[in-house]
Structure formats: C-alpha cells, structure tokens
C-alpha cells in the first residue's frame, strides 16, 4: 500500500490534510509531540521507518515577530527540517510536498509574483523559509514547493479571522492596516490543491518519471514537479479582509459588539518583523495545471465561517 508522511498535522493545514489525503493512502502522522523538528537524526530516522512514498511537509515555525528574535529555532524548523526530509525523499525515491510562504518575497512589486521573480525575504522568518526552498531544490529531484500566503482556517488555533472575531466580540472599533496588500487563502483550498498534486505523483509511483535535474519553476509539465503558487482567487487588504469576516459574520447572526473598522498605515502599528506591502502571488501556473482557479477569497472566507458556526464551543 501506498505510504504518505504527514508532518505538522495538527496545524490548520495539516489537520485539513489529513482529511483528504486519508483516501489516497495509508497517512503516518506527525506533530510536535511526535517529532522534534529541530533534530535531524530523529527526522532522517523517522523517514527510514516509515519509508514514505510521499512526503507532505504542513510543519512550520510561523510566529513572524518572534522569529526576529528566535533565529535559530526559525532556521531549524524553516530551513534545515525540509533540507533533511528532502534528502530522506531523495534517498527513497519519494516525492517532497513542501508548504513556502509569500514573505520570501520584498513586497516592492506592483504586480503579481511569478514563481521564478527574484526572492528577497524582509524578516527571519521569511528568510528562513527560503533556505528551506533552497535546501530542497538542491536535495531532492521530485519535490514540490507550494507557496501561499495569508493561511486562515476553522481548525488549529489562532489566525486573523479567529482574532478578529475574538476583538471584535468585545469591541466597538477596530483599527486595522489598510496598506499591506495579498490574497486571504482557506487552508481547506490549500489542503485540496496538495491533495491533487500528492494524487498525481502517487499514480507515478510505478511509472518511470524522467527529471532530468529538475525543470525550470515556471515550466509546465504533466507530473507537477518545483515551485507553484497557490492561494485563493483575489486580492486584498488586511482592511478589506476585516471588513468583510465582519459583513460575512453577520449574515450568520454573529452577534459582536462590533461598530466600524478603521483602516490605517504600516507605519502606525509597528511590529518587530516588516512585512511585504506587495506580496500578491500568480496563481497561472498553478491554474494551468490544475485546469481551474482557486475559488475566490471571499467564497472560501464564507464557506470557512459557515463551518466554524458549526463548531462546539
């Protein structure tokens, strides 16, 4: 039977994985109780004892403005973890599905990032991430790496949406920045579009596939091999995303307190980490693929709140 290593399962993406990679093929699953990510010899052990014929890497340190502070861990679970699965994926002839970020990119763009645009990271957290891409590519032929970006979901613990809902049950106001620019993605959308791809390279188990050392990131080939793009259709603000949890909440007779939100600049809630003003990731190479868009933001953010207004307490 067909074997898929699941790490980070108790994140908001992993938790969504395990629902839909579960009918693919026998998951082994993993969190932080399970496996110290900042431990190499335990991660290269746990690959020999699984012999997974897939990967699926959902684990990452995330906290942005401790990163600053906490290089070290960030480079452990960011950069050098995915290095090693990469290398475990390789040495068993598995496939590496690894989740990326858009904070590897500056925000100094006004369009789009292409998968194969240049990647100059803000923060520690950024940064480590794309030493995590870089080890991959360098490690392992048959790997994916799927950047997204701006992650909510009903399961796992806090996100944007739950902390707005939260402030929001108590508060008349909120303030909130109206200069950062991306595209809000359900971490269900994002589980979906790995469940393809994962589908598509377990069919290849038993078929010769020819890497040739990897193709080009922007290239388009049949067995999804590099860098893809992946969020929901749309952009946004962090403004324009408050404002509509809070119009989409209403129509589920959410009940806050909550009056107006006040849209305001970068520059006026100052955080230890910068971030990417501009991070809107281009989703056609991914669409190509796939043979559809991701559903837009907002129909993923209502679908998402509809869920969570089903959720016990």
């Known amino acids: 039977m067909k074997r898929i290593l699941l790490t980070g399962a108790q994140g908001q993406v992993g ?8 009918p693919l093929a026998e998951v082994v699953v993993v969190d932080r109780t399970h496996l110290d990510l900042t431990q190499p010899d335990a991660i290269r052990q746990l690959a020999l004892e699984t012999q997974p014929h897939l990967i699926v890497n ?4 995330t906290a942005v403005d401790k990163a600053e502070t906490d290089r ?8 050098t973890a995915p290095t090693v699965l990469a290398e475990a994926a390789q040495t068993l002839g598995a496939t590496l599905i690894h989740i990326s970020t858009d ?4 925000g100094s763009q006004n369009s789009a990032y292409t998968e194969s645009d240049p990647t100059r990271p803000l923060g520690i957290y950024g940064e480590t991430k ?4 870089i080890g991959i590519r360098e490690a392992c032929d048959r790997h994916i790496i799927l950047r997204t970006a701006w992650v909510y979901g009903s399961k796992g613990k806090g996100n944007f949406v739950k902390t707005m809902l939260k402030l929001g049950a108590d508060r008349e106001e909120l303030r909130v920045v109206a200069d950062q620019i991306g595209t809000p993605t359900w971490a269900k959308d994002i589980a979906l579009a790995i469940a393809k791809l994962s589908a598509a390279h377990l069919q290849s188990v038993t078929q010769p596939v020819l890497v040739g050392g990897g193709a080009p990131d922007d290239a388009i080939d049949p067995l999804p091999i590099g860098t893809f793009h992946f969020t929901n259709s749309g952009v946004a603000s962090w403004y324009d995303f408050a404002v509509a949890i809070f119009e989409e909440a209403r129509r589920l007779d959410w009940a806050g307190k909550i009056d107006r939100v006040v849209p305001i600049a970068t520059a006026d809630y100052p955080t230890p980490a910068q971030r990417p003003a501009f991070s809107v990731l281009d989703r056609r190479k991914w669409s190509a693929w796939a043979g559809a868009h991701p559903p837009h933001w907002r129909q993923s953010l209502r679908a998402m709140l509809s869920e969570l ?3 016990p307490e």
């Open 103 to 106: 904070y590897v990119f500056d």
């Open 309 to 311: 207004s089903t959720q």
């Open 72 to 79: 070290e861990t960030a480079k452990a679970v960011n950069g």
């Open 15 to 22: 938790q969504e994985l395990l629902t839909v990679l579960t």
């Open 130 to 133: 794309l030493q995590g891409e």
């Open 58 to 61: 959902a684990a990452a340190y």
